[in-house]
């Protein structure tokens, strides 16, 4: 069964950094894309991020690009998505997802406010 277990939220001022991870078990990692998704409060969940098997393809959102990085290591069954710059509209709770699975972790809100 798949199971995904997200981490590294936070409160965090404008401009500042954060590094989320998301542990994945239950699977053959390195043979899965992987996604970061978020949702912002009142608004539809939206997808960020995504990476392939090897984590030599990447993808990102417009709104992310230049300030999000994906990443994963395989050896450790874990995703990551380390954000710099990061704005107040980009507030919300962070979800990894893995391609072809309905199975969504608890989610890890980041919170950036003065």
């Known amino acids: 069964q798949v199971q995904l277990v997200e981490s590294g939220g936070g409160l965090v001022q404008p401009g500042g950094s954060l590094r989320l991870s998301c542990a994945a078990s239950g699977f053959t990692f390195s043979s899965y894309l992987m996604h970061w998704y978020r949702q912002a409060p009142g608004k539809e969940r939206e997808e960020v991020a995504t990476i392939g098997g090897t984590g030599r393809s990447t993808s990102y959102a417009d709104s992310v690009k230049g300030r999000f990085t994906i990443s994963r290591d395989n050896a450790k069954n874990t995703v990551y998505l380390q954000m710099n710059n990061l704005k107040p509209e980009d507030t919300a709770v962070y979800y990894c997802?893995?391609?072809?699975?309905?199975?969504w972790g608890q989610g890890t809100l980041v919170n950036v406010s003065s």
């Open positions: 997802k893995r391609l072809g699975s309905n199975n």
